[in-house]
Every structure is written in structure tokens, then in C-alpha cells.
């Protein structure tokens, strides 16, 4: 093999590799698909977009607004009148790239959620600007614009970034479903969610029977005691569970 075919199997293999997510990487999607456990079939498609510029452990970042897609891979009575949802996101598009995505789920926040943790709790917020708002994160971390700070109960401190992008490392909350693993050692791109947080937020009895953080990876399971309903303009925190082959 000639010198200059070499180094372009070489390009080429090394960006093949730069588009691999590393497990345990935190990818904050909002879906803009609505989903519902009374009408919706396997295959439907789902869309959303990374509501963060996400970096990764190997130097390359997902850039904010790419698209995610993934499918319903089952949806229907699961026995009485419980309602389950099984689906699954499988790529993000990134400026004409697509990357595999093998991904379980740590919180689902209803776009009512959403919407409050983008809104100012401190009682001036209408002399200030958005720079100087006080807002809570989805779980009850509190962050300080003007000192471009996040806080947890738990005493620990992370980074507002600009608009609603947050820094912080996630740490474990086994006993609502979130037990740690890859991932709760760095800072990660968690949009308006808590560092702890975990589990489903303002969507009423529905909560998260499998995470997908076991096999079959990437399957994530939603159960509710009545039709599940789950409105466009929700948020998902989601963590990298395998790294694509």
C-alpha cells in the first residue's frame, strides 16, 4: 500500500472513530415527538434535538441542536390496566454525520418541567436581565447566573454556562432507580436537570420501569397505571450505556 493510501485509510479510520460515543456520556435531549401508549405502534418514528453542546472523553463534541432519532419498539397494555411504552434512540445528526447512540435514560421532566426550570425564582427578576436570573433545575439544584454557578443540597457545585447549559457531575441516586456507573467522575452536560436527578418529573403515575441500562441496552421502558401520555417539548437525560461498535 502506497504511502499517501495509507494515510487516508488512516483519516478515515480515525474519524470513523471520533464519531464513537464513549459510555457514560450525558446527552440532554428535548423530544419534540408526543408519544402515547394507546395509539402509538412499534416502529413509530421518535425525533428530538441535544438541547447542549456535549463534550465527550475523547476531545470531539455533539453540537447543540443536532437531531436525535430513535423508534417505539413497543407499545400497549402490559397487563391490567397498566400501560407500558418500550422505545429506543439509535443515532444523533450532526452537522451531515450521523452517530450510532446506544442510550439509557436517568430523568424524564414533562415540557411543563421544562418551562419552570427555564423561568426566574428570585423576586427581582424583572429589573434584571436573563444574565442575572435565579432559576431551580428540574430535581432542585438552584442556579446563580451572575455568579455562573450551580448548587445542590448536597453541598455540591457546578457551572451555568449560557442560557439554560449547565456543568455538573452527576452523582448516584440508587434508590430512585439511579445507581452510578461510567460517567458520575466528570462534569457532564445536563441542560435543567439536577445532578441527582432521576426518574420521571410531573408526568403523574408514569414512571420509568427499565432504563435501558440493561440488556437489552437502550431499551428504555415507561409504565403507567393509565393511558401513558407523554406531551411534545419533554426533556430526557440521557447517558451513554455501551460504547458503539
Not at 451555568?160 to 440508587?174: C, R
Not at 418529573?201 to 441496552?217: E, F, H, K, V
Request: proline share 5%; glycine share 12%.
Amino acid at each position: 500500500m502506497s504511502w499517501f493510501r495509507w494515510a487516508a485509510v488512516l483519516v478515515l479510520s480515525t474519524a470513523a472513530m471520533a464519531q464513537q460515543i464513549p459510555a457514560g456520556t450525558v446527552i440532554p435531549v428535548m423530544l419534540s415527538t408526543g408519544l402515547n401508549s394507546g395509539k402509538d405502534g412499534a416502529g413509530k418514528n421518535i425525533e428530538g434535538k441535544v438541547m447542549q453542546e456535549v463534550p465527550t472523553p475523547l476531545g470531539f463534541t455533539i453540537s447543540k441542536g443536532s437531531k436525535v432519532s430513535g423508534q417505539v419498539v413497543s407499545a400497549g397494555k402490559s397487563g391490567g390496566s397498566e400501560s407500558t411504552l418500550v422505545l429506543k434512540f439509535d443515532s444523533i445528526q450532526d452537522h451531515g454525520r450521523s452517530i450510532p447512540l446506544t442510550a439509557a435514560v436517568l430523568a424524564v421532566a414533562s415540557m411543563q418541567s421544562v418551562a419552570q426550570a427555564q423561568a426566574p425564582i428570585n423576586s427581582n427578576s424583572d429589573m434584571q436581565s436573563a444574565s442575572g436570573w435565579v432559576t431551580r433545575q428540574v430535581g432542585g439544584d438552584v442556579v446563580s447566573r451572575s455568579q455562573r454557578k450551580v448548587g445542590t443540597p448536597g453541598g455540591l457545585t457546578g457551572t451555568w454556562l449560557e442560557d439554560s447549559s449547565v456543568m455538573i457531575k452527576i452523582t448516584p441516586n440508587a434508590d430512585a432507580g439511579c445507581p452510578g456507573g461510567p460517567g458520575y467522575d466528570r462534569p457532564q452536560a445536563v441542560w435543567i436537570f439536577s445532578s441527582s436527578a432521576c426518574g420521571t418529573y410531573d408526568l403523574g403515575s408514569a414512571r420509568i420501569a427499565s432504563s435501558g441500562a440493561t440488556p437489552p441496552l437502550g431499551n428504555v421502558s415507561i409504565s403507567s397505571d393509565r393511558n401513558l401520555q407523554i406531551r411534545g417539548g419533554s426533556g430526557w437525560l440521557l447517558i451513554t450505556v455501551a460504547e458503539n461498535k
